[in-house]
């Protein structure tokens, strides 16, 4: 089964400065993805970024970045210039096609709560 | 596109009483998704469904909740009877296809928050 792990609940950063929120994984499939997802307190789900496991070269979109590490299976969120609008829980998930069933698992990671203090 | 739509956005109901979530996937996605959302449990899938077929429900919790999707446009979680510990966050997602190539992402509705006195 995999696993998600985000190792810290609650993280703050001052506002324009850069944060790094951290989520490990535990897996034996060889493709998958993996996403991030920001939960502002209107509670709408949203995906900030995905990578592909196939690829090399990590995600960017914008302030958001992703230091994508498959051999230590590490996949974390780098926000620059952090916003206030920034504030919410982020939530990293992977997801694996399951070979030959046509079904897939996809798993989230209990979340971290950013704050972005002004 | 409206994207995902979710209703009610709110239920206040009585242990006992039967609950029915609604959904609608945005037009043309061919995968939906059910979570529920709890501060203890976190984001659970409890069931989703490709071209209105259950794929997976190995995460609905018990026979008191059961889910349908009749057309490509409509699904519905139901729950009864309805329980205290069944008061948390639901929310549809769906997502166009998935794939080796595929996009993947899934998008979500507002999600509704019920509660089971």
């Known amino acids: 089964a995999q696993t998600v792990t985000q190792s810290q609940p609650e993280m703050s950063v001052q506002e324009a400065e850069t944060v790094t929120l951290s989520c490990t994984y535990d897996?034996?499939?060889?493709?998958?993805?993996l996403f991030w997802y920001k939960q502002p307190p209107s509670r709408q789900m949203i995906l900030v970024i995905r990578q592909e496991a196939y690829k090399q070269q990590n995600a960017t979109e914008n302030r958001f970045s992703v230091n994508f590490q498959k051999a230590a299976k590490s996949f974390s969120l780098k926000i620059s210039d952090s916003q206030l609008g920034d504030t919410a829980m982020y939530f990293c998930a992977f997801m694996t096609l399951v070979s030959g069933a046509g079904s897939y698992q996809l798993t989230f990671g209990k979340g971290t709560k950013l704050s972005v203090i002004p | 596109d409206a994207g995902v739509i979710q209703s009610p956005r709110h239920e206040v109901t009585e242990m006992g009483q039967e609950v029915t979530l609604r959904c609608k996937p945005i037009?043309?996605?061919?995968?939906l998704f059910w979570y529920r959302q709890t501060m203890m449990r976190g984001l659970e899938l409890l069931i989703y469904f490709n071209n209105n077929v259950p794929i997976d429900d190995s995460g609905m919790p018990e026979d008191r909740f059961s889910a349908k999707m009749p057309n490509a446009s409509f699904s519905t979680l139901k729950i009864q009877p309805s329980e205290p510990r069944d008061s948390a966050v639901y929310f549809c997602?769906?997502?166009?296809?998935?794939?080796?190539?595929?996009?993947?992402?899934?998008?979500f509705g507002p999600g509704t928050r019920l509660t089971v006195l």
């Open positions: 037009s043309g996605h061919d995968y």
């Open positions: 997602a769906s997502s166009e296809r998935l794939g080796d190539r595929g996009q993947n992402e899934q998008f």
């Open positions: 897996t034996s499939e060889s493709n998958y993805y």
